[in-house]
Every structure is written in C-alpha cells, then in structure tokens.
C-alpha cells in the first residue's frame, strides 16, 4: 500500500472512530446514533475503495463527500453542519497528494469535536 493510501486509510479509520465515540446524549441519541453509522458507513466505504485500488482516492472521495453531503441534508442543526465540514474535507482530497490526506487527517479531531458538541 503506498504511503498516501496509508494515509488515507488511517484518516477513514479515525473518522470511523470519532463517529461511533461521539454520540450519546439522551434527547438526540437516536438521531445522533443514526448519523454516527451513516457517516461511518461512509468511511468505509472510502476506505475499501482506497485499498481496492490506488486510481480510485478521487472517485472515492468524491462518493464520499457526495454521500456525506446527502446525509446532512437528513439532519439540521449541528449535526449538519458538522457532516457538511466533513462533506467539504472529503472534497479536498486530491489524488496522489499526500498534503491533501495529510490535511484531512488533521482535521478529523475537528469534526469529532463538533459532532460530540451536537450530539451533547
């Protein structure tokens, strides 16, 4: 697996746990619960279509982020905008650019933080 792909996978995996870490609180738990398995869902899908083949990181972040977005557009709020911020990272990923996944990585601590806000 080439190092971008590494990067990749390990970015979906972060992403996999901050959704199933961050939700919890009574009021929306079924609602939350419910974005967390989508989302991650989501993730690995992006993370199978990574290590099924190395053409694919820019069709599968653009599924991805296409995915993510139509998932957001289920909710309001905070968890919205949290899937959307997500949506937009999936986005910037650009194939063979390890900035790009190096980036999005980053920003998973970001997207956690916000959907455990929503969710809290």
Known sequence: MTPPRRLAVAAA???LA???TACGAIGQAVDCNTAASDATKIATEFS???TADAGAMETAAKTASDK???LAGKYDGEVAAA???LADAYSSIKPGDAASL???STKINGFTSKITAACS
């Open 13 to 15: 995996t972060l992403t």
């Open 18 to 20: 901050a959704f199933t």
């Open 48 to 50: 199978s279509s990574m």
């Open 68 to 70: 993510t977005k139509e």
């Open 83 to 85: 899937l959307n911020d």
């Open 102 to 104: 190096t980036e999005f």
